[in-house]
């Protein structure tokens, strides 16, 4: 990887994937955030990068994720009603407990606390799953969804409240 070179790092192939593993959409903003922090953690003396190193790196990462990641939460209140914003947080919550995800039909069961009627729910749940996947939260995977980014699914899961 080029910013192991930058660096003059020897990336073993189990490290690198680790790093792709933690990030899994691996777009440039979440690469560098994991590669920053993983040059702060071989920094301190603490090895070459390695598989171990990479998760401590992401546990940094996670020990302060509001300054990179509120932007997720925000984006939420932003683009959404007051009314709707909470289904939308009980979706996410559901699908960052799996890597695999959660299925749709799990989904909807939650929300039958909620959204009594049928109808109002399947619709609601699927203009609710129409915009987190449009948005890059989430993507479909034959009726279940999960979240688009590891590391995006690991902030979800860990710093939420």
Not at 34 to 57: I, K, N, T, Y
Not at 79 to 107: F, T
Not at 119 to 134: H, I, K, P, V, W
Request: include cysteine; charged fraction near 25%.
């Amino acid at each position: 990887m080029g910013r192991g070179q930058l660096h003059q790092w020897t990336m073993t192939a189990e490290t690198i994937e680790a790093i792709l593993g933690a990030v899994e959409w691996p777009i440039p903003f979440h690469l560098n955030l994991v590669f920053e922090e993983l040059r702060s953690v071989v920094g301190e003396g603490l090895g070459p990068p390695s598989p171990a190193l990479v998760e401590l790196a992401l546990q940094r990462l996670m020990a302060h994720g509001r300054t990179h990641f509120d932007h997720w939460d925000e984006r939420l209140a932003k683009m959404l009603d007051g009314r709707v914003q909470p289904y939308c947080e009980i979706i996410l919550s559901l699908a960052c407990r799996d890597a695999g995800g959660v299925s749709i039909e799990s989904i909807d069961l939650r929300l039958s606390n909620e959204l009594h009627d049928h109808r109002d729910r399947a619709e609601m749940l699927r203009q609710l799953l129409d915009l987190l996947t449009s948005d890059g939260y989430l993507v479909r995977q034959e009726g279940a969804v999960r979240f688009r980014s590891a590391l995006l699914r690991r902030y979800w899961r860990e710093v939420q409240p």
